[in-house]
């Protein structure tokens, strides 16, 4: 039996009477551990998801995802927030491969295919406003580029960002984030960091317990005064913080940051490398509170695997925007405008927005249930097709389970759900174009390996 919801994700729809397939005994499977004993041999610094699951793949069609050994999972984390619309999208692919035959690279020179990129992306982007754009490879690249319009347009340098950000992996993107000796040793000169409201953690209240996001503006405004030499270039943060496991802010903290930039002259940088493109059910995560930032950055499911990133201003920083070169080796390649042009109109034809926002309904009615039936779920949180489950010891004290989290995790994926961890929190992020019944087959299997972790941790009945 073919499951299917709605004909124009039928391509992507999957036979669970049939899936997921496993075929070996052991999870991974033994070629997978021979493979990736070999490539292992080289290959240093893999990611704790990895090391939990050492699995190799060999190839991905829409929700699902192929090893080695022949076992096949339902993908429930799009590689790492990046194929959202499914693995090897044949819209997507077939414009790739025709530029890997026409034309794969001509510098920064104008393309017939970038021209109909960037007109689309002007189009689709909210506000009307969000027109000054630059192309890059990497999320990363495109947040440099954007501290550097940033600067321009100010002729200031220093920058807030927030408590558990992530912003990439270069110099002053990782000023904004978490440092350690490694990647830092410092955080470069101009670069504070400050809370952000938390729904579930909150630092301050009012009386009747709920949050208090004006408590964080007050404190916002000490700090500039007692930290910086109050030469604020702009505040940089995700709209829903990814890495640090799907945390949302209150409904009233966007807008009211919008008054508060605005007030300040300190410009709003919105970084949606994570949260762009259809992956919360609308192009941009900052829709969801009517908000247009100053500068945008986009990437990963933008072309849906194939690297390409964008930085976008508002009109009104076109001229702050041509001092800084967008001139890269990659940057805007016509392979790359093919991928993200193709995955622009694939998430119209096929009405992916609207498939996101109907699983959104689904994923949290499930969770909710879970939030109910499973003493180790503190909190549960969902937009579109982007999901956090945080695991606590004890709901009272929420102190994070992460023994939990790792055991969900493996348990999970040996069921056959290829995701990702993070620590206490599940971090989930499906492609787009899943359908409603392989939706809820994730969910069960996500439902019953917390059901057995806890149980064996002598939690639950
Ligand atoms: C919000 C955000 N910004 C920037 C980046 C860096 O992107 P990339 O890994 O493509 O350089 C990431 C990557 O996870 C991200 O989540």
Not at 228 to 238: D, K, N, P, R, Y
Not at 279 to 304: C, Q, S, Y
Request: aromatic content about 10%.
């Amino acid at each position: 039996m073919t499951t299917m919801t709605a004909p124009d994700i039928a391509w992507a729809c999957v036979d669970l009477t049939q899936l997921p397939k496993l075929v070996t005994k052991e999870l991974p499977g033994p070629k997978s551990k021979a493979m990736h004993a070999r490539a292992a041999q080289f290959m240093k610094g893999y990611s704790g998801q990895v090391k939990l699951f050492p699995v190799c793949f060999e190839k991905g069609h829409g929700v699902t995802l192929t090893d080695v050994d022949g076992n096949v999972y339902l993908d429930f984390s799009s590689g790492i927030y990046v194929t959202t619309l499914g693995h090897c999208h044949p819209k997507v692919s077939e414009a790739v491969a025709h530029y890997a035959k026409t034309l794969m690279n001509c510098h920064d020179f104008t393309t017939p295919i970038k021209a109909k990129l960037l007109e689309k992306l002007a189009g689709i982007l909210p506000g009307g406003e969000l027109t000054a754009m630059q192309l890059y490879d990497s999320g990363t690249t495109a947040v440099e580029a954007g501290l550097r319009l940033c600067r321009a347009a100010q002729n200031k340098h220093e920058f807030l960002s927030c408590y558990r950000d992530f912003h990439g992996k270069s110099g002053h993107a990782v000023s904004l984030a978490r440092i350690n000796y490694s990647s830092g040793p410092s955080r470069a000169s101009g670069f504070y960091m400050m809370p952000r409201p938390d729904p579930y953690r909150p630092l301050w209240t009012k009386a009747d317990g709920t949050i208090d996001t004006d408590a964080y503006f007050r404190f916002y405004d000490e700090f500039i005064a007692e930290s910086t030499i109050g030469q604020i270039a702009a505040i940089v943060l995700e709209p829903i913080q990814g890495w640090a496991g799907s945390i949302f802010p209150p409904d009233d903290f966007f807008p009211k940051l919008r008054k508060w930039c605005d007030q300040r002259k300190i410009m709003l940088f919105a970084d949606e490398v994570l949260t762009s493109m259809g992956r919360t059910g609308k192009w941009l995560a900052m829709e969801h509170w009517n908000v247009t930032p100053d500068v945008v950055t986009i990437g990963k499911g933008f072309g849906n695997g194939f690297p390409v990133t964008a930085m976008v201003a508002k009109k009104e920083y076109g001229e702050a925007i041509e001092k800084i070169s967008a001139s890269t080796s990659y940057g805007g390649n016509p392979m790359a405008c093919a991928a993200a042009l193709a995955s622009i109109e694939a998430i119209e034809e096929e009405g992916l927005l609207e498939n996101a926002q109907r699983l959104e309904a689904l994923f949290a009615k499930r969770l909710e249930k879970m939030k109910k039936e499973h003493p180790i779920v503190g909190d549960v949180r969902v937009k579109g097709c982007l999901m956090g489950v945080e695991l606590v010891k004890d709901r009272k004290t929420k102190e994070p389970f992460d023994e939990a989290g790792k055991r969900v995790y493996q348990r999970a994926f040996a069921k056959g759900l290829a995701w990702i961890p993070a620590g206490h929190i599940l971090r989930m992020s499906p492609p787009i174009v899943m359908d409603e019944p392989t939706a809820q087959k994730c969910m069960d299997i996500i439902d019953e390996s917390i059901g057995e972790v806890e149980r064996e941790l002598g939690y639950g009945k």
